[in-house]
């Protein structure tokens, strides 16, 4: 089926533009009935009507709601500036590992 378009004249391609646009359309319109279909068939198999077998799907298929967790609090603090804490968690802050590279030691600044 390999036509060499190279040999057809501008207005037989536009012609073979349209004609496969509208071929193109024609199949996804059939490739959605024919998905519909088989939903149907798997619905009544399962003896469930189609909006059962789609509220079945979301209820199953749902993920699980995250917890909210409150804020860890603070366990160590700045004494020069009060506003900076950490929790102690992660990379340690650019003011405490200032202070521990100095000489002191981080349980100095617990709260």
């Not at 399962?46 to 298929?61: Q, S």
């Not at 709601?65 to 860890?72: A, E, H, N």
């Amino acid at each position: 089926m390999s036509t060499d378009l190279s040999q057809l004249s501008v207005a037989e391609l536009e012609r073979v533009i349209n004609q496969a646009k509208s071929l193109v359309e024609v199949k996804q319109v059939d490739a959605i009935k024919n998905g519909y279909a088989q939903i149907e068939a798997i619905a009544a198999s399962l003896n469930m009507t189609l909006d059962e077998l789609v509220e079945a799907g979301r209820t199953r298929g749902s993920r699980r709601t995250s917890t909210v967790r409150k804020p860890v609090e603070a366990r160590y603090r700045n004494p020069q500036n009060p506003a900076e804490a950490w929790t102690g968690r992660g990379k340690p802050p650019r003011w405490l590992a200032a202070k521990i590279n100095a000489g002191a030691k981080k349980e100095d600044f617990l709260i």
